[in-house]
């Protein structure tokens, strides 16, 4: 026998009734009414939204919901578990790999600079994979698919060739509709919606390739506790959250970066990485408007062949910054002096033509 709990308006919540119209109830009754979902609840929620179950009224009244709310971290925790369900998941047989979590509706203010990070730390023998996608909502800005592209480097893999790069060349680009088609399929809906949702979130916390190390952006403070939280319940051993660039995993050279950390399975305190404690005084990012692909590809290659400047600076400091978050290094000011030797134009390219073979 069920149990109907008083709820208010829109009808009681059935207890134990999972169907995505029973859970809207429960999170939609305004700031005082509404109640964090389970995990499993949270879980049954986003398997009905990937695997087209639930109407589109549903799906977008729900997502609104919770942004309303705010995602709790078993909620976070529910989704991210039906995403890797729905998920082409891969592990490898390396030490360490790093994912970089590019901000999957790229960036529409400052360059894309994770295509260059990956491919340095891989000159350094750290395997890193990048993920992303092409055309998510809400800023549908340049994004780390655009720029591999304008390398003449191909962005659609499956799962089978993903892990053979990793472990051939320590470089790989892994899109979202190659790994998760259901995420995918949502990209019409997110688009009418017009709204930023948990879904730019926890797309980013799927790690497809089972790294041992992920870093992801956040735009808000307070996901930062949230992502590393959620990725601590879902066993995840090592990963950085970022308070970055547009949700990237660009660290900000202009201001420090706020960041919370789950280091082998263990939750730090909030904490920060100031660029001014490196030399790093600007007062800008490298920021352009109107940026395209191909400017953007372009002005970092240059940046690379001149060895200076704002954008090689900012290079320098974020592969530093994933040096010193895998332990490649155990100081960042170490980190900085390795990346210098890391970022030749010899070396990038070197690296971009074995990601092509």
């Not at 092409?134 to 549908?140: F, R, S």
């Not at 190390?213 to 930062?224: E, I, K, Q, S």
């Not at 030399?279 to 408007?289: I, L």
């Amino acid at each position: 026998m069920t149990n109907k709990l008083k709820s208010g308006c829109g009808g009681p919540i059935v207890e134990g009734d999972h169907s995505l119209q029973n859970l809207l109830k429960k999170i939609g009754k305004g700031p005082k009414l509404s109640k964090d979902l389970s995990r499993e609840e949270a879980k049954a929620a986003m398997l009905q939204i990937l695997d087209g179950e639930a109407l589109p009224e549903q799906i977008g009244a729900f997502l609104i919901a919770e942004r309303i709310k705010y995602e709790s971290v078993e909620e976070t925790t529910g989704f991210v578990e039906a995403l890797r369900e729905r998920s082409s998941l891969i592990q490898t047989d390396l030490p360490k790999l790093l994912e970089l979590a590019s901000a999957h509706d790229g960036k529409n203010k400052s360059l894309v600079l994770t295509p260059f990070v990956a491919l340095a730390l891989a000159t350094a023998g750290l395997p890193t994979v990048v993920t992303g996608a092409d055309n998510v909502p809400t800023k549908k800005g340049i994004c780390a698919a655009h720029i591999f592209s304008k390398l003449g480097i191909k962005t659609n893999h499956s799962a089978k060739e993903i892990k053979q790069s990793l472990e051939k060349t320590g470089i790989a680009y892994w899109d979202t509709s190659q790994f998760c088609a259901s995420l995918e399929n949502l990209k019409p809906m997110r688009t009418n919606l017009g709204l930023r949702t948990g879904l730019n979130t926890v797309e980013k916390i799927i790690n497809p390739a089972n790294a041992t190390h992920l870093c992801t952006g956040v735009f808000h403070g307070p996901y930062l506790q949230t992502v590393v939280y959620a990725c601590q319940i879902l066993n995840y051993q090592n990963v950085l959250s970022i308070q970055a660039t547009e949700a990237s995993t660009d660290l900000h050279l202009k201001k420090r970066c706020f960041f919370r950390q789950l280091k082998e399975g263990a939750v730090s305190e909030q904490n920060e990485i100031d660029p001014a404690l490196y030399g790093y005084t600007y007062k800008n990012n490298p920021e352009f408007k109107e940026i395209t692909a191909k400017s953007n590809t372009d002005q970092v290659l240059a940046a690379l062949e001149n060895q200076s400047g704002i954008i090689y600076d900012a290079l320098v400091y974020n592969v530093a910054v994933q040096l010193w978050f895998t332990e490649t290094v155990s100081k960042l000011d170490d980190g900085i002096k390795k990346a210098k030797t890391l970022l030749t134009t010899n070396n990038i390219l070197q690296k971009i033509e074995e990601m092509k073979r």
